[in-house]
């Protein structure tokens, strides 16, 4: 596939358009989630970005329910302050890897350590973000949005396909958002870290949650048959610490406006364990979800041949042969 102009990616994804799957968003948005309240006892959950807003509460959640918890974050002292708050609370085995996901070492590191475990995987949620109004780039020269949002999950995915193929059973999570509409035409290969003309907040995200969504697609052909699923979820709108790296206006504008009209991050937790460990979700794979409903697509998240080509793209970036 050749790499697109925004001129024939607009030709390619427009007619596709539906104003139908646009109200469907918006009635969506309005559902809250499905629960279940069975236990998940004796099981692994692994959860990136876990010490702050929708992972805290879902490492929680998971943990009130016997599950024991594997955590991805960068700070080491947030780490085991969480680690020591979950064995005291809920009486199950928490450990950490600390490492930055958006180093690509890093990166390697941490999925390294899950795949040398003796003990299988039950639930793989990518929850770990950010949202940067200003452009910034990693040690590795990528643009930071790209990396922590994408490349860090299709790593740990890909470094991880022979033990969960082997094992049978994980669900992965991706932690998404319709934030993905933001990239209205879908990736631009030829400016792929926003290099050149002029960087967008919303359109970095929004690129990176496509790109996301394309490379579960691709997965879900891997998995196929082995019983893993691989799945996405927009976690609705709620008060989170994403974005609080940026300037003084922004952060106040969150605090004051936005986190004042939105959910708390513990309706996303539910959501995120009736995904991970709801029976009625066996088998059911390459699905987005907002909260525990199942969406429809727009066209540039559903272009197969995108994934194709991205495919490639990730491994070189993402320094895997």
């Known amino acids: ?28 948005n309005s559902l809250p989630p499905k629960e279940y309240s069975g236990d998940f006892r004796g099981k692994l959950v692994v959860i990136s970005g876990a010490t702050s807003g929708i992972g805290y509460h879902t490492a929680r959640r998971y943990a009130r329910s016997g599950a024991d918890l594997i955590t991805i974050n960068r700070n080491a002292e947030k780490s085991a302050a969480l680690c020591d708050e979950i064995r005291r609370d809920f009486g199950v085995q928490c450990d950490a890897i600390v490492a930055d996901l958006s180093v ?24 770990a973000g950010v949202f940067l109004k200003k452009r910034t780039e990693t040690i590795d020269g990528l643009e930071t949005t790209f990396v ?6 299709f790593i740990i995915n890909y470094m991880l396909l022979d033990k969960l193929r082997q094992e049978s059973r994980a669900r992965i999570i991706f932690v998404s958002s ?28 929004g690129s990176a949650k496509v790109a996301q969504i394309l ?31 940026n300037h003084a206006f922004y952060r106040w504008y969150k605090k004051h406006i936005i986190d004042r009209n939105s959910l708390p ?12 460990a709801a029976p009625e ?41």
Request: aromatic content about 12%; hydrophobic content about 40%; charged content about 20%.
């Open 215 to 245: 490379s579960m697609h691709r997965f879900a052909d891997l998995f196929k048959g082995t019983g893993v699923t691989i799945n996405a979820m927009h976690p609705g709108m709620v008060a989170t610490n994403s974005g609080n790296e």
């Open 178 to 205: 319709e934030g993905y509409r933001f990239a209205v035409w879908g990736l631009n290969f030829n400016n792929l870290q926003f290099e050149r003309g002029g960087y967008s907040a919303l359109k970095a995200y």
């Open 148 to 153: 922590v949002h994408y490349l860090s999950s």
């Open 281 to 321: 979700l066996a088998g059911v794979t390459d699905t987005c979800f907002n909260l525990t409903t199942e969406e429809s697509l727009a066209p540039q998240v559903m272009d197969l041949e995108m994934a194709e080509f991205l495919w490639p793209v990730s491994m070189k970036l993402g320094k895997l042969s």
């Open 104 to 127: 690509v070492s890093d990166i390697h590191r941490a999925a390294g350590v899950l795949k040398d475990l003796s003990r299988p995987i039950d639930v793989l949620i990518h929850n």
């Open 1 to 28: 596939m050749e790499q697109l102009s925004t001129f024939a990616r607009l030709r390619r994804y427009w007619p596709q358009y539906k104003w139908a799957n646009v109200w469907e968003m918006i009635k969506n």
């Open 265 to 276: 991050p513990t309706v996303s937790a539910e959501a995120l364990y009736y995904l991970g």
